[in-house]
């Protein structure tokens, strides 16, 4: 009888407890959205509500870029619920106030804003929670945006929080708190064209009453409820990191990251919807390209909050810089063009130029090398950098010209080409934070890119390999090892192409297309064999193919891992993957004609150009020295410039890839060629460079 007691006993604690499913039921999550909402806002005494919730949340930045430059609140709470980052226009304001049908509302236009294509997967957010057989609960405008249906649809609706009577009614909810937006908007309707329209008291006065709605919404929502507030949008012409919380039960004061990002940081507006659907357990679908938000390092509230304030500062100041400093990079580089052409044209004695030449071919590198240092912590932080840069790019001129290898006119340039391959290769296999927030790099603010290889430092890592492996393969010509000179620059060439397209490393999809015509020209050049049209054609061919290869590697990894590069094949495979390509496209195309950066284009080349086919009347005949001296410099140059001109073809940095391959490799040549003495021996084994390819 003992069994039966047992089993009596058992029976009735199962019934007594509800199943574990049952208790998964029962979660639910708030999503609140404050546009505009910055960490330089979040203080305990003007955002009393905000600061005690950041006390209980993990705690990031969130990069609200959808389409554009900038996020109005429509295109971030759009983006939210497409799962994609989608736009309806530049300088957008607040999405459109939904038509209430009975306990419920519907969004107008969204069956028109599904059909354009930058709205296309709008409604999946709220489709999905549909799916799994819930219900959707909306406050305010964006809100009901984020939560809409295929249909534009949304259960239950408020256009406030006092408003909305039961808050437990369903398990996904959104509150749209657009206080702190509103007066940006007041008179246009459209964010405004200054970086900040309102006065510091203003802007206090509208953080409160943002703040006072936070608190509303908090001690309304169910007990157990985890919270996901997001500054989910801009408020002027100069786009900011904004504000992440993550309260739930796990939380224990730490910084946000994403897998989307690989920063600790660091979340994208696109990673709020797989962070909502998560926190009630509903499946993510396919399309959403969006990674749920982790948990990293553990700070005390006001480290943190100190730590992400610096950040938002560290980006804009970097993003605000970029532009003046690629403007100065150009006007310099042309002043020294024609300088050089002064003095060389005059048969005066050009050391100098040399040298200058070594310093403006550094000046790329040092932006990244920069970073070693602490420049965010400092109380004039961009001066800091641009002394910086300057500092570092004269250091290594330095070495390049006092080493050893001074005594060869191409050790100079070598030792800045190997500098400039060690330091991109580094800052690859440690996570690019030399790239990160810098002049020549990328930055969360922009939120191009967050990680892996850019297209400008991807520029200098072709450069450096070739024009290093070229001259090292100078040496095996003149010993008779052509074929070691062969085998190294592929060698070395396959092996920076692959970190720079690996996933994970550097995750460069239109950099490996540029990358393997530049070695297969140059390691041919050094062959000495021609290179016809259908070869070249061949050999961009391969590039893809090499791409898509390590594309469907990444593809096959689990999502969660994945970079872009499988996500892009994920897209490929479901069809949806033109939006982007034509986004890409159009970037391409803008950026073709920088003002910024063609002076660099043309200068550059104009000048190697007629230093070749006019050397007594440009250069004295450095240049075509620099080739009779080191005939191979001569293939490393040309497998640069393959790679520069494809990579600005296939790259949507355009302009920027060809700019930054002739401001590093034409200086190199030309110190070589003003260093370079007349040869009185013929190389063995010497084959000419063919003068076509």
Known sequence: MRWA?????????????????????????ALIGVPGLLWEDVDPQVTPNLWRLAGESDLGSVSVKTVGTLACPYDGWLSVSAGVRSAVGQRCGLPPEPEQTGAGARVPGFEGLRATRDGTYAGTLGAAVHAAGHCTTAVGAGAALALADVDGKVDVYAPEPAALADWSRCRVLAVDVDELIRPYLAETGKLPTVPEALTPEQRRAAVRAADAEVGAALA???AGAQVVLSGIGDHGSVPHLRVAMWKRAEASGALLGTASTRRDDIVIVTDTTPTVLGAVGIPVPQTVIGLPWAAGERLSLEDAVAELRRADLMGTGIRNTTGLFFTGFAIVTVVFYAIAYYVLSRRKKAGAVGVVALGLAAVPVSTYLVNVFPWGHGPYPIALVIAGVVAIASAITAVAVLGPWRRSP?????????????????????GTNLQFNSLMGYTA????????????????????VLMTTAVVADHLVRAGRRRAAVALVSALGVTAMLLAGWPGIGSDFGGVIAFVPGIAVTALLVAGKRVSVLKFVGFCVLGGVTVSALAVLDYMRPAPSQTHLGRFVGMVLDGTFMPMILRKLGAMLNTMLSPNLMPIVITGLAFLIFAILRPDKISAGVVPLAFERAPMLKAGLIGTLVSGVVGMLVNDSGTAVLSMVVAVAVPLVLYAGINSAPLEEPLPDESPIPAKI
């Open 5 to 29: 007691y047992f089993l009596l006993v058992a029976s009735a604690l199962w019934w007594a407890a509800p199943p574990a499913h049952a208790a998964e039921e029962e979660a639910s999550v």
């Open 220 to 222: 309304k929502l169910p």
């Open 410 to 430: 191409v050790g100079p340039p070598a030792a800045v080409a190997a500098i400039i391959g060690l330091v991109m290769v580094t800052d690859l296999l440690t």
């Open 445 to 464: 603010v922009v939120g191009g890119r967050y990680y892996g290889l850019a297209n400008i430092p991807f520029a200098l890592l072709a450069t450096s």
